[in-house]
């Protein structure tokens, strides 16, 4: 993916995160969702924003489609982009590619605006509206 509103990062397979099976392990595609979204909440203000007010965001549900096993060594590039902002929550939409191009993996996240300090949803702040809006093309 590139563009704008693609939020990339590239990872360099490790030997551990492959399994008995001589793949990288599933769960180890979440991690990597989880390390671009991080990036992606850290563009939009979100990790700020939990740091200074206590609002930040609460991953609702996350999938993953294995296309392909991966196996050491190798590189991947691991692309986020939001795909639908709502009141309370956005969804983000990943794709795990090696360096010539093949999809190994895709999958969605549901991030949820969440009070951390009161303990309930809220509506999603301004600010990250407008930075998620900007990304997705529409500020």
């Known amino acids: 993916m590139s563009g704008q509103g693609v939020v990339s990062i590239h990872v360099p397979v490790a030997w551990g995160e492959q399994d008995a099976f001589g793949h990288v392990n599933n769960v180890v595609f979440f991690r990597y969702f989880e390390n671009v ?15 200074e007010q206590g609002i930040g965001v609460i991953l609702a549900t996350t999938t993953c489609q294995f296309e392909q ?16 902002i709502g009141t309370t929550s956005f969804t983000l939409a990943y794709t795990i590619r090696t360096a010539t191009g093949t999809v190994v993996a895709t999958g969605t996240s549901v991030q949820v605006a969440y009070d951390y300090i009161h303990g309930h949803k809220v509506s999603i702040p301004v600010d990250q509206r407008n930075a998620i809006g900007s990304l997705m093309g529409q500020g």
Do not use: Q
């Not at 979204?37 to 740091?51: D, W």
């Not at 096993?69 to 639908?84: A, E, K, R, Y």
């Open 69 to 84: 096993p991966v196996h050491w060594p190798v590189d991947l590039t691991i692309s986020t982009w939001c795909t639908h």
């Open 37 to 51: 979204r991080m990036h992606f909440l850290e563009r939009i203000g979100a990790l700020r924003s939990h740091r």
